[in-house]
Each structure stands twice: as structure tokens, then as C-alpha cells.
């Protein structure tokens, strides 16, 4: 199924993880309160109660964590900064601390071979700043300003590629429209002006690192999907329209100079962000990748449902994971090239791509997830078909590393390559894991 040659020789390969998700150490050494541990620590918002107070935690056991990732053979790996470690109130004074144990970060990963891939922002504000208004106060652009210059100068001599923000969709529309997420607020036109703040505030960080170093490379991390119309009618197809310009093209559009999709706040004029004079042109700075997360498509109708006037229709399947998402690796191939064809990035790295599903630890510690290596299997073989029709796709960073805390979800859902027993904190390499190191060490030809 899948031929290596087709994938660049310099391919970075690898795997994601995110701060909150895998620290844990969450009251150590300075950090700062996060809206995700208020809003962990609030009943009723995470199965089981779950916060990342623990998680893996991979803020003692970063060491061995890197030395397995490097046994399983992978060049590059995706990490996110917390911001609250190194800003506990989100400005003003700087935790020493907490700047250090990033140094250390990098340093073991350098020593590993691994090169690191660092995402900004993904998801854990200070509270202290949402106390403020969080994102939807203009004043937090400044403050991811500032805390970028300090991540930047600071670990800028040995990190060359920076990730701004992670899927600002979610950060905006789950966690101040839905409130599914944190910070849990229920508003859209909220969540259509924190996404415009999210955008400006990346296209502010960009000119920082480049400032710093314009050599480094610097890109945007979007969750993308195929908005397809239930039927052919023609209010099934608007309100698809209207689904992917909700979803994708509300930031990539603004992100490549096309201003803000007129598909989408011609239908919600009342909900569109309060966007000032040279906001667009600092959004649309110029990057050097898009990081594209996939995970699914959607299939939409139109529905009386407001503010969207557009539902979602249960996908036809038959495969779905332990989420209920369906198993649709073709999307894949079909975002890749649309972004590609209508946005045309330099580059574009598939920053997250995995799935969840029932892992069970055998008395031997093994965990045999065929149906995970065979997703990861079909989406790679996706990439490959677009490679080969000349999208520069470059790197592929399977989501995720360990087991981790899923959000919402808590600790149920596990989607690591490499299996956690939070009892012991043991590590497990699944049967996707061994697959995936055998197929990356083919592909950088270190058999
Ligand atoms: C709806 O968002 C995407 O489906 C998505 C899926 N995921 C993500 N975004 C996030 O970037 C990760 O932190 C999640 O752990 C991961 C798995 O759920």
C-alpha cells in the first residue's frame, strides 16, 4: 500500500503532544493556574473528574520519554509550550523556573536526534488573563506578544520551527461557543471575535520570530475537514458552503489575504468580529507552513438551526473510532490538495492525525491496535497520493505520542502510539507504535 520513495528524503517523522495533555506537575515550580485546570477542576466538565494534574507526567520522565522516541526511530516531534509555566500570570513577571525546565526540554530532545516542532499556544491561557476576558479581550494579543518574544529568545538558539497557535477553531468555537472546552463560555459572536484575536495575535508572533531569527521557519496549526452536502439540493449545498467556511476557510482565507468568507457573515452579519484598521494585513503575514490536523469529515444539511441554519447528518461509516468519528482517510487527500489548489502554502505539515479506540494492556504489556495502525496506515497512504501529485507535504506527526488527558474526555480516550498505565506510569509500546518505528526507520533508510 504504501511506497516510501514517494515521500521526500528529508521528511520530518514523528509524533504530537501537548503541554497540558502530558506534564502534569501542574502546582511545580512556579507555574501558573491555566483556564484548563479551572475548568478541569469544575465538576461535571471532564469524565471522571480528570484534570491534567498528573497526566503522564512528563515533566519528571521527559528523559526516558525521549530515549524511547528515539529506539522508535522518529527525527522530529511536536510539542507545546505552557504558557502559565512561564508566565504564571500571563505578563509582567517571568518564572525563571519554568523557563528552565524548557531548556532542558530541548536540550534532551537535541541530544536525541529529534528535531522539535513547538506550538505556542495550545489551549491553556493563564487565568489570570481570562479573569481579563481572556481571548475575547484585544489586550491578550499583546500578551501572546509578549510571551512569544520571551519563548522565542530564550530557546531561539536551538528551536528553528515555531507553531503559533493549535487549531485556534477549537480554542474560539468549543471553548467560547459550544463551551464544551475551556473556558466553557456559550456565545458564538464571543467565539467569532476570539478567533480574530487568535489570528491577529498569531500573525503578531510570526513577525517576532522573525524578527528574532528570519531564518526560522514559522507556521499556523488549523483543523481542517470536508464540508460535503448531505444531497445535491441546492440548501444542502449553501449550507455545506456555509459548514466549511465555519470551520476551514474562516482562517484560512484571512490567513492568505482573502479577508473573512463573505459566505459565512453575509448569513451572520450580526456575529462578525470587530475587525480594525491593519488587522488583516498582520494576519495575513506571511508564513513558511501550514500545520494541518485532520481527523474527519463532515457530511452537512441544511437545517432551521440558528445562527448557521446548518446541522450535521451521521456519516455512512462503517468504520468509526472509540469517538464516534468516522474513519474517512480520504479527506485526507482531498484538504491537502484543496488547501494546496486555493491557498497554494510553501510547505504543509501534517501536524496531528490519529484515532482513538478501546486499547487493552495485556499481562505481557502488550496492546495489539490493528485498527489504529491501519488508520494511521490508510491516512499516510492519503499523504502519499497527494505528494504525488506535487503538494509539498513534509512532514507527518502522528497524534499522539502517549496516552494522554483527551480533554473533555479525561483519561478514557487514548490515542498514543505508545500505551500509559497512569497506575504505574509504566510505558507501553502498542503494536501501532512498533509499526510506525519500523516504517520510519525504512523511510530514513536507518535499516
Ligand atoms: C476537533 O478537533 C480535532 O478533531 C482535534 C483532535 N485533537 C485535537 N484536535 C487537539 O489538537 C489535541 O489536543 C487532541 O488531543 C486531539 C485528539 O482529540
Redesign the pocket.
Known amino acids: 500500500m504504501l511506497d516510501l520513495n514517494v515521500f521526500p528524503p528529508n521528511f520530518r517523522w514523528g509524533t504530537?503532544t501537548?503541554a497540558y495533555?502530558i506534564e502534569g506537575a501542574a502546582h511545580e515550580d512556579g507555574r501558573g493556574i491555566s483556564i484548563w485546570d479551572v475548568f478541569s477542576y469544575t465538576p461535571g466538565n471532564v469524565k471522571k473528574g480528570d484534570s491534567g494534574d498528573v497526566a503522564c507526567d512528563h515533566y519528571h520522565r521527559y528523559a526516558e520519554d525521549f530515549k524511547l522516541m528515539k529506539e522508535l526511530g522518529m527525527n522530529s516531534y511536536r510539542l507545546s509550550i505552557s504558557w502559565p509555566r512561564i508566565l504564571p500570570k500571563g505578563r509582567g513577571e517571568i518564572n525563571e523556573k519554568g523557563l528552565a525546565f524548557y531548556d532542558r526540554l530541548i536540550d534532551e530532545l537535541l541530544k536525541n536526534g529529534i528535531e522539535p516542532y513547538v506550538t505556542l499556544y495550545?489551549?491553556d491561557l493563564p487565568q489570570a488573563l481570562q479573569q481579563l476576558g481572556g481571548w475575547a479581550n484585544r489586550d491578550t494579543v499583546d500578551a501572546f506578544e509578549e510571551y512569544a518574544r520571551i519563548v522565542v529568545n530564550r530557546l531561539g538558539d536551538r528551536v528553528k520551527n515555531w507553531i503559533t497557535h493549535?487549531?485556534p477553531?477549537?480554542a474560539a468555537f468549543?471553548g467560547h461557543g459550544a463551551g464544551v472546552h475551556a473556558p466553557g463560555l456559550k456565545d458564538v459572536g464571543v467565539s467569532m471575535q476570539v478567533a480574530h484575536h487568535l489570528l491577529l495575535s498569531h500573525g503578531k508572533a510570526v513577525r517576532v520570530i522573525k524578527e528574532h531569527d528570519s531564518s526560522h521557519k514559522v507556521g499556523i496549526?488549523l483543523?481542517l475537514?470536508p464540508s460535503h452536502a448531505a444531497s445535491d439540493s441546492p440548501e444542502d449545498v449553501a449550507a455545506a458552503a456555509r459548514h466549511d467556511a465555519f470551520l476551514n476557510t474562516i482562517y484560512l482565507d484571512p490567513l492568505y489575504g482573502k479577508g473573512y468568507p463573505r459566505v459565512l457573515f453575509d448569513h451572520i452579519p450580526a456575529l462578525a468580529p470587530k475587525v480594525q484598521e491593519g488587522d488583516l494585513e498582520i494576519i495575513a503575514t506571511e508564513t513558511d507552513f501550514l500545520g494541518v490536523?485532520y481527523?474527519?469529515r463532515s457530511i452537512v444539511k441544511h437545517s432551521e438551526q440558528l445562527p448557521f441554519n446548518f446541522d450535521g447528518v451521521r456519516p455512512p461509516g462503517p468504520e468509526f473510532t472509540f469517538?464516534d468519528?468516522e474513519v474517512y482517510p480520504k479527506g485526507l487527500y482531498e484538504v491537502l490538495t484543496r488547501v494546496h489548489q486555493d491557498y497554494a502554502p510553501k510547505e504543509i505539515f501534517i501536524t496531528?492525525n490519529?484515532a482513538?479506540f478501546e486499547d487493552t494492556l495485556t499481562e505481557d504489556g502488550q496492546v495489539h491496535d490493528e485498527q489504529r495502525r491501519f488508520y494511521i496506515e490508510r491516512h499516510l497512504k492519503s499523504v502519499q497520493d497527494a505528494i504525488s501529485e506535487g503538494v509539498p507535504v513534509n512532514g507527518y506527526f502522528a497524534?499522539?505520542f502517549l496516552d494522554?488527558?483527551?480533554?473533555a474526555?479525561g483519561f478514557e480516550?487514548r490515542?498514543g502510539l505508545v500505551y500509559v498505565d497512569y497506575a504505574t506510569q509504566n510505558r507501553h509500546v502498542k503494536d501501532s507504535g512498533k509499526w510506525y518505528s519500523k516504517l520510519v526507520k525504512e523511510a530514513l533508510g536507518a535499516v
Open positions: 504530537a501537548a495533555q495550545h489551549w493549535n487549531e477553531w477549537c468549543l496549526t483543523i475537514g490536523n481527523y474527519q469517538f468519528w496531528e490519529g482513538t497524534w499522539s494522554n488527558f483527551e480533554w474526555e480516550k490515542f
